[in-house]
C-alpha cells in the first residue's frame, strides 16, 4: 500500500510548483474516493438504475465514476426486462450498462439470469420440463453469449433458497427438478467460459439459510460444475445480522474454496414492526407516520449509528479482505434506493453512504476512515 501510495504522489511531487505544506494537505487530507482507498481490498460497486445508466444526472454520473469500480445492473437485465417476449430480447439498456462499465474500466456484474421473480409473465405460462429446459437454454446462452468476454460475472442463480434452506418451489424446480441449477450454471459456463459465476441470495448470514446455500455449492461441486462465487446480498439493518454471523458467513464460504461477495449493501434505519430481514421483493405493507419517522432528515443521533454499524462491518470485511472480492451497495445514494419503497412504499429511507444531494454522509466518513492512506 505504502508503495502504491508513493508512487500515485510522485507526479505530483515532481511536476507541481505549490508549497510543500498544499503538497501535503492534498496527499493526505484530500478526501479520495472508496474505489482508491479499497483498490487493494475488493472492488467497491454499485447498482445501476436507467436514469443513472442512461448519464441524465449529471452528480450520479460523476459521483458512480469517482467512487466505483464495479456496476451491477439494478433491474434491466431481469427476465421481464430482457426477454419480455418469448425469444424477443430487449438489450437497448443493458448494452448501454455494459458500454459505460467499459468507457469506465468497472468491474460488470449481470444480474440476473435465472430468478423465480420479476419473470416475463409468459415465462410463467411455461408448461412443461422440455419447454422449460429450451427456455432455460434460449434465455441463459443468448445473454451471456452477447457479453462474452465483456460482463465479468453474473449472478446466474438468484434467491432459490427458502429461510429454512430448502429449495425454493419456482416455477424452475417445479418443472424442471433439482437440476436446472446445475444447468443454469452450465449453460453459463458454456456461454462465457472466462465470466465468473455467483449463486446470490438474502439472509445467507442466517444459519439455516447459510447451510442449504453451502449444500447448494457442494452438490455443485461435487457434481464437477463450476461456481465462482456466493453473492451474500447485504440488505440489512442495524443490528442485524449480528458480526458474529457474518464473520462465520464469511469463513464458512470461503471455506467451500469460492470468492465471497457482499452483493446489495444497504443499512435500514427506518422502523420495521414486523422485523421483516432480507429482501422478498413480494412483502409490502400499509404505511403510517410512525412508520415513516424522518421525513425531514436523518437526525444526528441515528446518523452516528449507521455510522458506527457501517464501520463495524467494514472492519470486519478488512478483516477478511483475503476471502471477499467484491462490496457493492445496492444503489448510488439514498434518494433512488428501492428501501425507500420496501417493505412500505414511499417512505423516506437512508441506507447508502450518500444522500440525496449525492454528498458523503458521515458513514462514508466511518468507512473511509478505516483506511490509513487515502490512494489519489
Ligand atoms: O419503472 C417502473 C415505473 O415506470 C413505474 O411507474 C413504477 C410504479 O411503481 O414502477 C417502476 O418499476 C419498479 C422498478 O423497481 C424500477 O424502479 C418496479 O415497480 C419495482 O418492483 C422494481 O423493484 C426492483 C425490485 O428488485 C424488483 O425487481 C428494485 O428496483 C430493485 O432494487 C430490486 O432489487 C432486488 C434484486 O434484484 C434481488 N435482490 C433483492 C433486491 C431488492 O428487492
Redesign the pocket.
Known sequence: MTKLFLLAALPLLLFNGCSQSTHQENITDEPLSLKAAFRDNFHIGT?L??SQINEAIPEAATLIQKEFNSITA??MM?W?HIQPATDTFNFELSDKFVELGEKNDMFIIG??LV?H??LAPWANEIKDREEMIGHLQNHISTIVGRYKGRVNGW?VL??ALNEDGSLRNSIFLQLFGEEYIKAAFELAAEADPEAELYY???NLCNPAKREGAIELVKKLQASGTRIDGVGI?A?WNLNHPSLEEIEKSILDYAALGVKVMFT?MDVTVIPNPWDLQ????DQNLEGSEFMNPYTEGLPDSVQTQLAKRYEDIFKLFLKHENKITRVTF??VNDGQ??KN??PI?GRTSYPLLFDREYKPKMAYHSVMDLKEEKIH
Open positions: 447498482a438504475n436507467k439494478e433491474n431481469k421481464m444480474h440476473t430468478w421473480s420479476q449472478d438468484n434467491e446470490n441470495d438474502y446480498q440488505h446489495e432480507g429482501a422478498d421483493v445496492w444503489g434506493s428501492w419503497n420496501w412504499k
